[in-house]
Structure formats: structure tokens, C-alpha cells
């Protein structure tokens, strides 16, 4: 059911001009101002004294110009809450950017602009949450696939196209799917635990520590001369510290290829092949080992 208060607003959408609600309200504003004025013309011509009415017109006419152009500018300042929610809404969708309209005003305007500045707010931060949701392991609360394949590999290309540093670190747990048939996939389920805090432990909050799958995982570090020998030897370090948590007959040690970008590649795709090579080395090496190539 259409609403009655909307019917005036309604009959305006079909002027071919102006076009823009503002223009509109304009339009109103000037007809309004402007009735006493043509009221006074053709009363002053159907008196035909044109003497006496052009005097009074010119006093008329002067009051509506100065009228007119206060009820204009006043009006265009009452109108900017509006067009500001208006603009923030629509910058919020095509930029995701918050706006800060100002909520200290009390009236309809002031109540409209708030409304909007804490609606976006809650959005902006609910939406956040059902990211991260989607972006993190639910088990080791590392990062997951997802992100790698829809945040961190287009960081890792921008890391390309600029020639900025960026390195690269798969690693394995070795012989992961002995230890799931022989002691559970409890006991597995905390073995991939240990290892991501493991990790985390080893690594500086710039690297994003990625549970790929399984017992698969990878670091991305965007750190300027990282040393990749350092850091997965303080890697191999830290898993064997925090692996204290599993029975004592387990025997748990990672594998691991590392490779840091280079002025020759082209993708991130060559990097990862690059240092999956050097993972399967390492694993056909004898395992609980790392290979930096």
C-alpha cells in the first residue's frame, strides 16, 4: 500500500526538470517566495494603475529577490545532513570507507546523520568479524587457504610488480600420517596445534603464518633482508620447544622449503614452485630439515 505522506514526493519524481531532489526543493522554494509577487502584477494590472503598482511592485519585487535568495542559501544549509548521509552511505559501498558525520545534534537531520555514522560503525565491524571468520583457521587460528589464495597471493604479485622483498617458507610435518593411525587424530589434531604456535612463536607479526591444509602450512614474510636461514632454523627451534604438550613416544619434527623473491620472477606461482622444490628436498633429505634455495 502506497503511503500518503509519499504522494507529493512522488508527483515531483515525474518533473522532467530539475532533476535532482535538491534542484526540487528549490523549485518549491522560488514558486513559494514568488506568489505574493505575481498576486500583486495582476492585481496591479487588472486595477490598471500602473503608477501607483509599479512603485509598489518595485518594493515587492526587491523584498522577494532578497527573500528568495535567504530562503535559498538558509535552505541549501539544511539540506547538507542530508546530502551528507546521502554521500556517506554511497561512499561506504563503493569505497568502503567510514565516514564521520558529526552526531551531536538532536532534530531529525542531526538524528538521521547519527543514525547512519553508528549503523555503518556496527556493519563495518561486524563485517570485519565474518572476515576474519572466513579468513582464519578454525582449529589453529592461523590464517587459512582462503586468505592465501584471496589476500596473500595478490600481496605476494604487488610484492612483484614494486621488486619490494618478500619470502616464501612451506613446511610439512613429518610423517603426519603416522602418527594420526598410530596415536588418533586427537593426538594429530594437537600436533598440528603445536606446530602453529610453533610458528607464530618464531615469526614477527608482519609474517602471516597459513594453514594451507592438513598438516600443511606456509609462512609469507614481507620483511625488508630477511634472513631465511635465521629464521627457519629459530622455526625448527620453537616447534621442538612447544611440542612438550604431546605424548613423550612422539617424535614430532617439520620439513621445510624456503625461497626469498628474486628480480626474476614474474608470479607468485613461480615462487611457491620454487619453494616446493626445495621442500621436497628436504623431505627426500631425511626430513626435520630446511633447504633455502
Known sequence: MKSS???IYRRMQKL????????R???????????PLI?????ALAKSNLTISIEVISVVLLGTIIGTGFTFVTLAGMLEPLLRSAKALQDYSDKHVLPLLPVQYEDEAGRLMAGVQQTLEHLDQELLTITRAAYTDGMTHTLNRRWLNEVGRPDFETAIEKGSDAALILIDIDRFKTINDVWGHAVGDQAIIAVCEGLRAATSGEDKVVRIGGDEFCIMSFEHAVDLELLTSSIHASVG???????????????????????TDRSFMEVYRRADANLYEAKSHGRN????R
Open 241 to 263: 620447544r612447544l611440542v612438550t604438550s604431546l605424548p613423550p613416544d612422539i617424535e614430532l619434527t617439520i620439513s621445510m622449503g624456503a625461497t626469498a623473491l628474486t628480480k
Open 289 to 292: 630439515r630446511s633447504v633455502v
Open 39 to 43: 498576486g500583486l502584477v495582476v492585481w
Open 5 to 7: 505522506k509519499m504522494y
Open 25 to 35: 526543493i528549490l523549485l518549491v522554494c522560488f514558486i513559494g517566495t514568488h506568489v
Open 16 to 23: 522532467r526538470w530539475p532533476k535532482s531532489f535538491v534542484g
